[in-house]
């Protein structure tokens, strides 16, 4: 089997020779990921929704098009800070595996793909029912995100 922290180590070891201050290595993936999460999260799931929910045709279109074109970069910065957040464990020796904040972050990626792929398959022919499970997947996705945002912050002060 595959000790992920020893494969990473080599890299971590060249990141911790650049002398980046431990608070940073230590609360730099949280601010980060923090801002994605509740700024770009937010405002994805908010637009997704006022395009669902108004009764205004120019609204929705304009929130359909705030939600096209900030959830690929959401998901984009939702990946790289995961990846991130594993390479900020093994900088500080810690494991990656025993974490609830890692199988939290594991299955949000799993969700936000399966939810990527709904909407770029065009609902599959615009099929009301997957433009329904798109919406409510994107919520719960969004709950998900508040609750491994809590697990991440009991993580860092636990460390």
């Known amino acids: 089997m595959v000790n992920f922290s020893e ?5 971590a070891a060249w990141f911790r020779s650049l002398g980046i201050p431990e608070p940073i290595v230590h609360w730099g993936h949280p601010l980060m990921m923090a801002i994605v999460v509740f700024v ?23 929130s359909r098009m705030g939600h096209r ?11 790289a800070g995961y990846t991130g957040g594993v390479l900020s464990l093994v900088m500080q020796h810690q494991p990656i595996f025993e974490s609830p ?3 939290t972050g594991s299955l949000l ?6 939810n990527s792929v709904i ?12 433009r329904a499970t798109h919406a409510y997947l994107g919520t719960v996705i969004l709950g998900m995100m508040i609750l491994h ?7 860092g002060i636990s460390l």
């Open 69 to 79: 074109l900030l959830a690929p970069w959401m998901f984009f910065f939702m990946a």
């Open 119 to 130: 909407s770029l398959s065009g609902f599959f022919g615009d099929n009301k029912g997957l």
């Open 149 to 155: 945002a809590v697990l991440g912050f009991n993580l």
């Open 40 to 62: 770009m999260g937010s405002y994805v799931g908010w637009t997704g929704w006022r395009s669902r929910l108004t009764e205004d045709k120019d609204v929705s279109v304009k």
């Open 7 to 11: 494969a990473l180590e080599p890299l």
């Open 101 to 103: 904040h890692f199988w």
């Open 109 to 114: 990626l799993i969700l936000l793909l399966i």
